[in-house]
């Protein structure tokens, strides 16, 4: 009964490729995100999407793009991988409204290209 | 711009009580949050601080003083299993939309016997 899923758990990839990593939840949540881990740890926000729709867009390069079928997948496709596109990739979710607003990770996607 | 601090590494002993703090300058406040993150795993959320004062949940506590900028997370009772990394997240309103979760570089504990 996994609350936020990622798949691949890890990906080893030639410099150049495509990828996509998928992201679901169970937890009802309408709000999903993905964030970046870079090899000291630095957590960082890439996107948000509230109910299908993106609401946050960092400066993240156009190779990136998320897309959310509906309230519960949010899935990463990543074009013309580069070496410094390896890092941890996290899904995350929330419920809009809610007293905290409390953000629950998934377990995260090792990503390295090589 | 947005900013914030916490030592990177701390050590502290089984039993022994350890803060870690955090301070921050960000364009906006939105509620304070702690996570912890065991190596190679996802984080998991610890607690909440929106108003100023004291929140206490079992072994861990934290403080919050939003005129100061600053959090602390309080470990009692260390234990081994509390050897993780303690990331400190400032809530910020993103855009007209929604808001977005700011996170500290991290404090790496480690807890010895």
């Known amino acids: 009964d996994t609350a936020v899923s990622q798949t691949p758990k890890y990906l080893v990839t030639q410099m150049g490729n495509d990828k996509s990593i998928k992201c679901e939840q169970n937890l009802g949540h309408d709000t999903m995100y993905w964030y970046k881990q870079d090899s000291k740890k630095f957590l960082k926000i890439m996107f948000s999407?509230?109910?299908?729709?993106?609401?946050i867009n960092e400066t993240v390069p156009n190779r990136f793009s998320p897309k959310s079928p509906d309230k519960a997948h949010l899935n990463l496709h990543i074009n013309s991988l580069e070496l410094g596109d390896s890092a941890v990739y996290f899904c995350?979710?929330?419920?809009?409204?809610?007293?905290?607003?409390?953000?629950?990770f998934g377990a995260g996607t090792r990503l390295s290209v090589l | 711009g947005q900013n914030i601090d916490q030592p990177t590494e701390m050590t502290a002993t089984e039993g022994a009580i350890v803060q870690i703090n955090c301070t921050y300058q960000t364009s906006g406040f939105n509620g304070l949050f702690w996570y912890q993150q065991h190596a190679g795993e996802a984080p998991t959320f610890l607690s909440y601080n929106v108003l100023d004062g004291l929140e206490e949940k079992g072994r861990f506590s934290s403080f919050l003083s939003r005129s100061k900028g600053y959090s602390y997370l309080l470990l009692k009772e260390l234990q081994m299993k509390d050897s993780a990394s303690y990331l400190c997240a400032v809530r910020v309103k993103a855009n007209q939309a929604g808001t977005a979760l700011i996170f500290g570089k991290g404090t790496t504990l480690s807890v010895s016997s």
């Open positions: 995350a979710s929330s419920r809009t409204g809610a007293a905290k607003n409390i953000q629950y």
């Open positions: 999407y509230n109910n299908k729709e993106l609401i």
